[in-house]
């Protein structure tokens, strides 16, 4: 166990739902990270939360959003699904926000979408 | 900008003969790098960092890389592979400050065969 929680692991659903995404940091942990993982796109940074800000974009989708809240949990939430939105995404926390401690990956929530 | 070239998609090894993964990076900045290592229908669990201490670093598992910033390179190493290091590989590029994000690799799996 990681320290880091996704919930559900996995998540099947229709084309032109909306599902969210749950991710807990590990205890002590301020930043939050989003990343997709597809076999053809690989490992894509997807966005950044501090301490309750957003810190950085990446390759989101507008479909896509996320936030983090007062109590550091964060969601990730797709709308409008599209069948190459399946993958595997993945949350990681850190201390800070410059990964000078490394960071903690959680072990991710598979989405399929039919 | 930052990136890292994992200049192998697959590597072969015997059980008890060396490991040498390759990792090249790209960056304007004194980066932090990091290995990390993902088994089937796994997560992400990271097994070594440098982040501009000693340019050896020892990880988990016997593993170890070394930091040459005239080479640009942060190849990982292992004296002797077992079964259980079968697994997908990334090399990644962290940047700096709060606005941090991980640059992953495309990831180079590793065959352990007896």
């Known amino acids: 166990d990681s320290g880091v929680t996704q919930t559900p692991k996995h998540l099947i659903t229709a084309t032109g739902q909306r599902v969210t995404l749950r991710c807990s940091p590990r205890s002590g942990d301020l930043s939050v990270y989003w990343y997709q993982q597809s076999l053809d796109q690989g490992l894509q940074f997807l966005i950044h939360?501090?301490?309750?800000?957003?810190?950085a974009k990446g390759n989101i989708l507008e479909r896509f959003s996320a936030q983090q809240f007062p109590d550091l949990h964060s969601e990730l939430n797709l709308s409008s699904l599209e069948l190459g939105d399946s993958a595997l995404y993945f949350c990681a926390s850190s201390v800070r926000g410059d990964g000078l401690y490394g960071y903690t990956f959680g072990s991710g929530t598979r989405l399929t979408v039919v | 900008a930052q990136s890292v070239t994992q200049l192998d998609s697959h590597v072969s090894v015997s059980e008890g003969t060396p490991v040498l993964l390759r990792c090249n990076y790209s960056?304007?900045?004194?980066?932090?790098l990091f290995w990390y290592v993902q088994h089937p229908n796994k997560g992400l669990q990271l097994l070594l960092k440098?982040?501009?201490?000693?340019?050896l670093v020892k990880g988990i598992n016997g593993f170890e890389a070394e930091f040459k910033k005239s080479e640009t390179s942060f190849h990982l190493t292992k004296p002797s592979a077992h079964m259980s290091d079968a697994a997908e590989y990334f090399c990644?590029?962290?940047?700096?400050?709060?606005?941090?994000?991980?640059?992953f690799g495309t990831g180079t799996r590793l065959q352990v065969t007896l």
């Open positions: 440098y982040t501009s201490a000693a340019t």
């Open positions: 990644v590029v962290s940047g700096t400050g709060t606005a941090s994000k991980l640059t």
């Open positions: 939360y501090y301490n309750g800000e957003e810190r």
């Open positions: 960056s304007s900045y004194s980066p932090s």
